[in-house]
Structure formats: structure tokens, C-alpha cells
């Protein structure tokens, strides 16, 4: 196996990598973590420990990619773009975690969004950009939530009317003419806000169209690639999303009005039937929606003494977005533990946000899912992921820890509080489940077997990597605001 489809062999990431192997791993030398795998393969190992060392080698071939600068090549990023930059103050953002690095043969090596990441999170930063634009276009996407969550308030929702086009490219030296290509494109799932889907064109006929509500909805497109070929989706839906007031002590004070979790207790007049498929949304999900004693004990020190369960989220909500620095992280399939990668490091981004707020909330007996896709406004377009919990009376709430983590360090405490049980209408929902297989599947591992946001290629003889071999685009054709129901 390289990186054949196993879907259920992800669990395996669960167990842990022999101690050399891991070493060799860390230090950056990730040929001969491959060989020394290679040689243990040949052995008779245990069947977990086996898939374990498959799943890695598929693992180590990626890593690297995305840590593209060396020292010097990372100071003369940050130096092109801030004025006064130090070598000392490098090395400080890399020891707080702020510039994200691995060793690659034993040298150390940014991430190519590094710099990226800084102007994103450290607003003390600005003032020393060389384009000031930089800083307005910020500042720009902030006043358009704060208008937006205002406009909630008074309206009760809002609605609009969007028209994306998502697209697919085979980058020139990964180009194989004349082979077969399959590609899965992904397109919105009609449910919770999403409505009136509608497919306007594909660059060919698909081979298949995942049902509206089918939870990582795709098209997938087979034909023999020629060169310089793109393929797309051009679609359109409805967002309507309502505004919940979760009463005036919550607004003022980050706590909830007393509620009951499905499931906890006693059953409210038998108004929560678990048939509703709730169940399944408080148990663990291999390999990352995992009960460790860490993240239990965790969870135990945030919420201790409080029984109600709106109160519970609050509290975790409330450490997740005090706590936790956002930062761009690399591909999730090379994480083996999403919820404590964040936990344990205090960094990540808007899906691990998501994934820990799902994971704590579980462990304190509240239900909580996945949902994902894009975040489309008039200024710009980009993947993004947040979370869902459910409490009576209310039912499924939404929760965003990544923008509110945003607003929380912007002291704009309105924009934090409004995202713990609301969201904006500016997503673009593809999916309404973590790790969930696609339809048809893909042939071979994904390049993100959790989440689907951008697309995925595959020949028939294996899979094409995300970045380096492939290049996906999205693009905002119309966005209207229409009427709110």
C-alpha cells in the first residue's frame, strides 16, 4: 500500500510510531524514515501497527512540502514586508509558536504562509507594514462583520443569493495526457442554512452528483486529461440564517439562561427523540474526535461545578477563543491528533478551533457536529470551518471559536459573543460531517480525509498531491442580499 483508499484505516493513526522512526521523522530526514519503515513492512508486524506505517509513509511524503524557507529566506520574507525585522525577532515568533517551522535534515524551515499568518493574528504588526493596503483590507473585512452582526440584530437574519464557481487545474509537470483523471469538485449540501441548490455547468458531464443533502457533496468528473485542461463547477443557493438570542444574561455576561442537552437527563416532555440522529453526535470519531485523559481532564477544568449545559459551552467556547492563538497549520492528514495538537500548543486554525469545541463539548455531554466550507463575501473568498451544538430550547446552535478568537483579541467583545450560538450568512456549507467518505469515493487516500473544500484529482495508478501537483480556485460570480425567511 502507498496511498491506496482505506478509509477506515485512519483510526490507526491512533497508535504510535516506533520511537526511531519518529526520530528520524522529527529531525527531517524523511528518506530514511521511509526506508527504516520500508524494512519493518517486510517483517511480521501486527495488523494496527502495519497500517500505522503504511498511513505514514503516505504522511511523510507531504510533510515537507508546505516548509518551503530557510532562516535566511524567511528573514528576507518578513524584511520584504515589515520594516526594522531582526534575526533575534525571527527566532522569538518561531520559539512562541507564532512562525510556524520543522526541521528538514536538520535545518529549520518556515512555512510558506508564514508571514501570512503573522499579519493575520498580530495587529501590532501593521504598523509596520511597507503596504499599508494590507492593513486596510483587514480592517475592511472587520467593519463588514460588525455591520452584518448588527444588521442580525435588527432583522432577526439575513438571506442572500450566491453564485460561486470552483475550479480544478493539473499543474504542467504532474500533467499525464491522454491518461484517465477522476475529479471531485465540491458543491453545497442543502441543509440547516443552505437552500434552493442549484448545478448551473460543469467543464464536462459528471459522472456522478452526489444527492443535495448527502454530507461531503461532490461532482466527480472522469475523463482522459488533456493538456492545460481546467475543470469546474459553476453553482448557486440561498443562505438564510437567523439570529438567536440566547437571553439578555448570556449577551451581557458570556453565560446562558438555564437549558437542558438531549440525552442528559431527564427528556423535556419527550420533545427530544434520539431517531433525530443527535446520538452519534456525543461519541468519539477516530482519530481525532478522541477522549484522551488530557483532553477529559481538560474539559473537566473548564467547566468544573457547572451543570447546565448552555453554561457548559460557554465556558469552553470562552477558553477555546482566550486561550488559543490562530495559526495556519499544515495538512491535516499529517496531524495525527487535531484536538490536542491545539490543545496542547495553543495554536491552530478555524477547523481545529472546531474540531476541539466538538471534541470538549462531547466530553461534558452536549452534542456537537461539524459543518464547513467556504466564507464568501464582497471582499474576498476562502475555506473555512466551524461548529454546531446542540441545547433545548433552542436546538442546533452555531459556534465560530476562530472568528471569535478574532474578536476577542480586537476587543470587540459584541462580534465574540455573537458567535458563540450565531454565524454570519456569508458560508458557503459542502460539508455537514466530519471524515465522512465521499460519493463516489475517491480510489485513493485524500489529500483531506476530514474535510472537502477544495477538490480532489486522482489517476488511475494513484493520487495527485494538493499544491504540488494540482491548483484549485474559487470565485465569488454575483452575491445579493434578498429577502430573510
Known sequence: MEDKARYSDLEFLTVRLPEDIEKWKWYGDFRRAEKVIDMRLEKEIPKALRRRLELEKWILRRLPLQYIYTEEQALKELSDTLEGVTREELEELRDEGAAEWIFVMGQVRYKDDFVENLLKTRRDLWARLKDPSKAEERKRGGELLDRTV????EKGGLAFRMRIRASLKVEKEAERAGERIRVHLP??????QARHVRLLGTSQEPMQTAPSDYPQRTVCMETKLEPGQEFWVEYEFENH?????????EKEAGVGAEA?????????NGRFDWDRGTAPYLEEQLPHIRFTPYLRALTGQVTAGEKDPLKKAR?????ITTHVMYSFVRQYATIDNLPEYMATGLKGDCGIYAILFITMCRIAGIPAKWQSGLYATPLDIGCHDWAQFYIEPYGWLYADCSFGGAAWREGNKERWNFYFGN?????VPLCSEFQHEFLPPKS??????YDSQSGEAEYEDRGLI????????????????????
Do not use: C, H, N
Not at 440564517?241 to 444574561?249: A, F, I, K, S
Open 150 to 153: 448588527l444588521a442580525m440584530k
Open 187 to 192: 458543491v453545497p449540501v442543502e441543509q440547516g
Open 241 to 249: 440564517t437567523r439570529y438567536v438570542e440566547l437571553g439578555q444574561q
Open 260 to 268: 437542558k442537552t438531549p440525552g442528559v437527563g431527564d427528556r423535556e
Open 315 to 319: 465556558k469552553i467556547y470562552d477558553y
Open 423 to 427: 454565524l454570519d450568512p456569508f458560508r
Open 444 to 449: 485513493w487516500l485524500r489529500e483531506d480525509p
Open 466 to 485: 494538493s499544491g504540488a501537483e494540482y491548483r484549485t480556485k474559487k470565485q465569488v460570480v454575483e452575491l445579493e442580499e434578498i429577502a430573510f425567511s
